[in-house]
Nanobody
Framework: QVQLVESGGGLVQAGESLRLSCAASGSIDAIYAMGWYRQPPGKQRELVARITSGGSTEYAASVKGRFTISRNNAKNAVYLQMTSLKPEDTCVYYC?????????WGQGTQVTVSS
């Protein structure tokens, strides 16, 4: 099992920045990818960004150029630096880890962007 704990969500105004952090513990060996999803109200969970153990990254089109994902393998942590936040970025953000063919999820952290 992999346990994921997120932190860093909150309330900001449009144009401001936030940094989300996620720390992994438990069976952390062989974690291939870590990243972030978000779930808008009434919609399915969607990929925001992910990063592999080798450092390859992938971003949703809506956040490319504004968000940056990074990973500290030594600390088993992943980070999401969010800049130029927009009201439509308001969501619960979930950290995830992909290990041995299945995802593990954090409990989620709320990000609210006011206009």
């Amino acid at each position: 099992q992999v346990q994921l704990v997120e932190s860093g969500g909150g309330l900001v105004q449009a144009g401001e920045s936030l940094r989300l952090s996620c720390a992994a513990s438990g069976s952390i060996d062989a974690i291939y990818a870590m990243g972030w999803y978000r779930q808008p109200p009434g919609k399915q969970r969607e990929l925001v960004a992910r990063i592999t153990s080798g450092g390859s990254t992938e971003y949703a089109a809506s956040v490319k150029g504004r968000f940056t994902i990074s990973r500290n393998n030594a600390k088993n942590a992943v980070y999401l630096q969010m800049t130029s936040l927009k009201p439509e970025d308001t969501c619960v953000y979930y950290c995830y880890a992909w290990r041995n063919g299945r995802p593990y999820w954090g409990q989620g952290t709320q990000v609210t962007v006011s206009s």
